[in-house]
């Protein structure tokens, strides 16, 4: 990876990566903490909305999506829709 430590208006120096420059299993790791993806699913023949982590490992599976999204936000993740 290529670092560029910077200052930060007197912060703390801030490490900025060249994303060009990401192995493949930096970029499989990428946001995993980070993001949730909720996709709609069928389960026993009833709509539902599946939460994946960013890596695609299943979370969750919520009846409604506004819950889906609620359970991301709740978790301090950001919720990405994927139809």
Same mark, same amino acid.
């Given at each position: 990876m290529a670092f560029d430590s910077t200052e930060n208006s007197g912060g703390p120096a801030v490490e900025r990566v060249?994303?060009?420059h990401?192995?493949?299993d930096q970029l499989a790791r990428l946001g =995993?903490?980070?993001i949730a /993806? =909720?996709?709609p699913v069928m389960m026993n023949g009833t709509?539902? /909305?599946a939460i994946h982590a960013a890596d695609?490992?299943?979370m969750? =599976?919520?009846g409604d999506r506004d819950v889906a999204i609620a359970a991301v936000h709740q978790q301090e993740m950001?919720?990405?829709l994927v139809h």
């Open positions: 060249d994303i060009r990401l192995s493949t =995993v903490s980070q /993806y =909720v996709k709509m539902a /909305y695609g490992t299943p969750a =599976v919520a950001l919720a990405t």
